[in-house]
């Protein structure tokens, strides 16, 4: 080995070394007193979020000072990029554009086909005509989102919010009252009062349960475990979690309704007949179905999907893994002044006439979808609007 | 001198499968984690889900921070109607006992529990309170925590699944920013709850329940037989013995809490040293029950081996590491073809640990924190403390073991915050709370200042 050659060597390790450690120190030297990361202990979550944050936002940007106009009436505001137009009123054209943020005082409407990149906040009512796009609207009265508007964002409404016929909004919806008409599409919606609209096509569906025979479960009586099974119920698959929860090791698919006295928990499917009573909270790992005219007392979790009957009723929070689905007269609400929540963690699928007093939201979205395409759903679960 | 290179070589052989086992497990869940598109969460049923809940908060001489934590659970955003606090001040002879006095005479929901007897630590103190609370979940939150106002709703959501026995949120070192070894800290929490936590919850094997910034579900905690007090580790413990009677842990990431990390390097050692001991007691308790239990899939029994086991590899390494440099002065052990592979894999978890860096790592890069990944190279001396610390706790738990002798008992992890060193307090501001005339604490603006 020649003496340089190796004192090379040696040097070069030694930097890499020496580099190594250099700039992690260095680092170090930076990062000392930093707050580590941006938690902010007074957060509180609230669905309308955004819309709160934004209306907080302009009221002090509203007392900044403005380019044009006195303090009151229209004018212009400028905050370091952003452009901020208030307008005592304001009806945009057909096709009209806008990229300043929006304050309107009075009352906001916008023709068909308007773009509007930046947000927009009107005092009074506000509708968007068809087919605009817009980034995100907040209104202190009613909104109205025509057919085939697309928001950007999110919505909020104090009053009612009417969102038309195959809209997307691509994040939250809020208000005090909901309707969503067919083919609208929207990540979540909050508000005491969700509706989507009836649809006239649909065959209307009195459904009376009339249930002679019922499974409990647990088994008030240990001795007639042989005859369940014959239902398709395994008492020996039931297993206790603690005193009011069991796990049942298989899919449960009785053939007579059932009435759930404990909370379960199926390693599996389950599909519940038709006019069944779930009084306490039911767990699938596997697709959950539910029964027309079933009443949900408590919350329902599937691991896989989830499926509600015509007029079912849930008083409690629904959560499936993937797809959910609430079919026509769906209705759900708590008592007590709470509300209920639905999540699926890909798509939530309503039918027309399905009323909720709560959240509802999807990973992907929220959509209303027609009859027709809720019957191949119903033939998955074994439950044909005509047989039942 | 042939049976010792034997030995030699099986020692090595056992190093490299055990590390390269632990190293697929960590690519495995770092890079699940990060192709993850719809993390499986409740956070979108946050604020739907209120049942009626009890805090604990276990207390041993928590003067510097029983004011802070308190405070901070009474401002939560939930209905005090569901709530009660439950303050248990353990044999302190400091004045915790005086400040939860005064925090239950002022606020209802606050109820002060005095031990003077017993046995101590913490599992002995919750398991007193747990006999006292009504609450259909119990949270728990260590003393030196800081959760924030929406807290409670969110650890609280995921029990609207019947069988979910207990929850774990997120734990943030507040101090990161003190010394070394808490910046350190600081990068092995986030990789070990953003990326391994979250991994495991998404995968469906088991989240640890980590005995603070979490709850459990009452009816499951007493199904399962209650708190263990004479574990050094009554999460992992409690963790376990849920999931073998069927239960499941879930976990929040966004429900972060703020806690104090180690700032000196003995105060690491004595933590980890417990961890290791604590943990390691559960592994032999708890693998047979684990591999028989029909609540578990064969991927969760093995995950769950995992992560008892964890603690193994410490010496496991120092054993490579022995058998490497006695192989590498034997000149007959060189014509042992696999020595070369053998050694450089353990030459590059020594030098590297690239899996374990990897999802350090990807934890900063997916908290928005990626310039502190330049401090990963001083991680080395995190993982040469640890090691230590871990093989010494593990040979004084076998010799007792062996020779029958009663284990050490649980000892406080020690407190900062009076320094005002920590970054919540940089301003030199004592405390998150300040004592007013009336006797009431308000929030320390000073010390929340970005």
Request: net charge positive; glycine share 10%.
């Amino acid at each position: 080995m020649i003496p340089w050659r190796f004192a090379l060597f040696c040097a070069g390790i030694g930097l890499i070394v020496y580099l190594h450690f250099y700039f992690s120190h260095r680092q170090w030297r930076r990062v000392r007193g930093e707050v580590p990361s941006d938690v902010d202990p007074t957060y509180v979550k609230r669905e309308d979020y955004f819309a709160q944050s934004f209306r907080s936002k302009v009221r002090d940007w509203l007392n900044l000072p403005s380019l044009d106009g006195p303090l009151g009436g229209p004018r212009t505001v400028l905050k370091e990029r952003e452009t901020i137009r208030v307008v005592p009123e304001l009806q945009m054209e057909p096709g009209a554009g806008s990229s300043d943020i929006l304050v309107v005082e009075g009352d906001f409407r916008c023709g068909p086909g308007c773009a509007l990149s930046r947000e927009i906040y009107a005092r009074g009512k506000a509708a968007i005509g068809a087919g605009s796009q817009i980034q995100a609207i907040a209104a202190d009265q009613n909104v109205e989102l025509g057919d085939k508007v697309t928001v950007a964002r999110w919505v909020d409404s104090l009053g009612e919010l009417r969102i038309g016929r195959a809209c997307v909004v691509h994040s939250r919806a809020t208000a005090q009252t909901i309707r969503l008409a067919m083919d609208a599409e929207v990540q979540s919606v909050f508000a005491p009062l969700i509706e989507s609209d009836p649809d006239p096509s649909a065959q209307e569906h009195a459904y009376l349960p009339f249930v002679v025979q019922s499974l409990q479960i647990p088994l008030a009586d240990a001795q007639s475990a042989a005859s369940w099974k014959k239902l398709g119920f395994d008492n020996s698959k039931l297993i206790r979690l603690d005193a009011d929860s069991w796990i049942y090791h298989g899919s449960l698919k009785p053939r007579v309704p059932l009435r759930l006295a404990a909370k379960l928990v199926v390693k599996g499917d389950c599909v519940c007949p038709p006019g069944s009573v779930l009084e306490q909270d039911l767990k699938t790992t596997g697709r959950l179905a539910v029964g027309d005219g079933s009443e949900c007392r408590g919350n329902l979790v599937a691991g896989k999907s989830l499926y509600l009957g015509l007029q079912v009723r849930f008083s409690g929070i629904l959560h499936s893994g993937a797809a959910l689905w609430l079919s026509r007269g769906v209705h759900g609400e708590a008592g007590g002044g709470n509300f209920v929540a639905a999540h699926a963690g890909s798509s939530l699928y309503m039918e027309a006439g399905v009323t909720v007093h709560g959240k509802l939201s999807g990973g992907k979205h929220v959509k209303v979808v027609p009859a027709s395409y809720a019957e191949k759903w119903r033939r998955r679960y074994e439950f044909s609007s005509e047989k039942t | 001198m042939a049976v010792l290179i034997a030995i030699a070589n099986g020692c090595l052989i056992l190093t490299v499968v055990v590390l390269s086992a632990y190293a697929i497990r960590h690519y495995w869940f770092t890079l699940y984690r990060l192709t993850l598109r719809h993390p499986r969460d409740f956070m979108e049923v946050v604020g739907f889900v209120t049942p009626r809940i009890s805090v604990l908060v276990p207390m041993h001489n928590e003067e510097k921070v029983a004011a802070d934590v308190l405070q901070a659970l009474i401002e939560c955003d939930y209905d005090w109607n569901k709530l009660e606090i439950l303050a248990i001040n353990d044999r302190s002879e400091d004045r915790t006992g005086e400040i939860i006095d005064e925090f239950a005479a002022k606020h209802s929901i606050v109820k002060a529990i005095h031990r003077s007897e017993g046995a101590g630590g913490k599992g002995a103190a919750l398991l007193e309170a747990t006999s006292q609370a009504t609450g259909e979940i119990l949270m728990l939150f260590d003393a030196d925590y800081f959760p924030g106002r929406a807290m409670l709703k969110m650890l609280v959501a995921p029990f609207c699944d019947p069988e979910v026995g207990a929850v774990m949120g997120r734990v943030i070192p507040h101090n990161t920013g003190a010394s070394v070894l808490s910046a350190l800290l600081g990068l092995e929490r986030a990789a070990g709850y953003q990326i391994g936590q979250q991994a495991r919850f998404n995968l469906g094997v088991t989240p640890q329940f980590g005995g603070t910034v979490g709850g459990v579900r009452a009816s499951a905690l007493r199904a399962v037989g209650g708190w263990n007090a004479e574990s050094l580790t009554e999460d992992t413990d409690l963790t376990f013995r849920l999931v073998v009677n069927g239960w499941k842990v879930a976990y929040v990431n966004r429900a972060e809490c703020y806690e104090e990390a180690p700032e000196s390097w003995q105060v690491r050692r004595t933590q980890i040293g417990r961890w290791a001991t604590g943990h390691t007691d559960c592994l032999h308790r708890f693998w047979p029950a684990l591999l028989g239990t029909r609540h578990l899939s064969p991927a969760q029994k093995i995950d769950a081996l995992f992560v008892l086991a964890c603690y193994w590899t410490a010496p496991t390494l120092v054993l490579g590491w022995i058998a490497s440099l006695f192989l590498f002065f034997t000149p007959a052990a060189h014509q042992v073809p696999l020595f070369a592979v053998a050694l450089a894999f353990v030459g590059y978890q020594l030098f590297g640990n690239q899996a374990t860096f990897f999802e350090l790592g990807s934890a900063a890069l997916l908290d928005g924190n990626s310039r502190r990944v330049y401090l990963m190279p001083l991680n080395l001396l995190n993982f040469f403390a640890s090691t230590g610390a871990i093989c010494s706790a593990l040979l004084r738990y076998y010799a007792r073991r062996i020779s029958g002798s009663q284990g050490p008992g649980w000892h406080k992890t020690r407190r900062y915050r009076a320094k005002g060193n920590g970054n919540l307090f940089r301003n030199g501001a004592a405390s998150l709370f300040i004592q007013g005339a009336n006797g009431l604490y308000t929030r320390n603006v000073e010390a929340h200042q970005p």
